[in-house]
């Protein structure tokens, strides 16, 4: 005993050094961790079966082609990963997380539509090669991070 007669015991399942706001904070983050970090596995392993697929095809002579089943699958993991993801981020962002995402993503759609359209049309004039798709998806995912990078720097 202390001395104080009775000492109140902490109970071992509550965490009285921080503040509920803390602690909400510190769930949403783990949460965010969370899906990131399954997003990141799931993009992970689709990532790895089209790049040996697509190294078979270059390096072994196989065929290009997919079962329909494995393209369905894909496409299906694609859109619960988007969606779920973004259902579940959104509920752990605050607002001004979201308005930094919605405006990066505003600068990569712009970009997008701005550098596609002017590809295709010098490629139709014999100026350029046919547009790499990828590339393009590539340039908008990049821009829209470069973008959402830059907004957390600058307001910070």
């Known amino acids: 005993m202390t001395g104080m007669g009775r000492a109140a015991m902490?109970?071992?399942?509550?965490?009285?050094?921080?503040?509920?706001?803390?602690?909400?904070?510190?769930?949403?983050?783990?949460?965010?961790?969370?899906?990131i970090g399954t997003l990141f596995v799931c993009g992970l392993g689709t990532g790895f079966y089209v790049g040996f697929r697509q190294a078979g095809m270059d390096f072994h002579g196989e065929t290009g082609f997919w079962s329909p089943a494995v393209a369905l699958g894909l496409i299906a993991?694609?859109?619960v990963a988007?969606?779920?993801?973004?259902?579940?981020?959104?509920?752990v962002m605050d607002e001004l997380e979201r308005a930094r995402s919605y405006?990066?993503?505003?600068?990569?759609?712009?970009?997008?539509?701005?550098a596609y359209p002017i590809w295709y049309f010098l490629w139709k004039g014999g100026f350029v090669r046919e547009p790499i798709h990828w590339v393009m998806y590539a340039f908008f995912v990049f821009a829209m991070l470069g973008a959402l990078a830059w907004y957390r720097v600058r307001e910070s």
């Open 77 to 79: 993991l694609f859109v």
């Open 10 to 35: 902490v109970r071992p399942d509550r965490d009285f050094s921080h503040g509920e706001g803390e602690r909400r904070e510190a769930a949403m983050r783990r949460t965010r961790y969370l899906v």
């Open 103 to 114: 405006k990066a993503a505003s600068l990569g759609a712009t970009l997008f539509l701005l």
């Open 82 to 91: 988007v969606a779920g993801g973004t259902w579940i981020m959104s509920g």
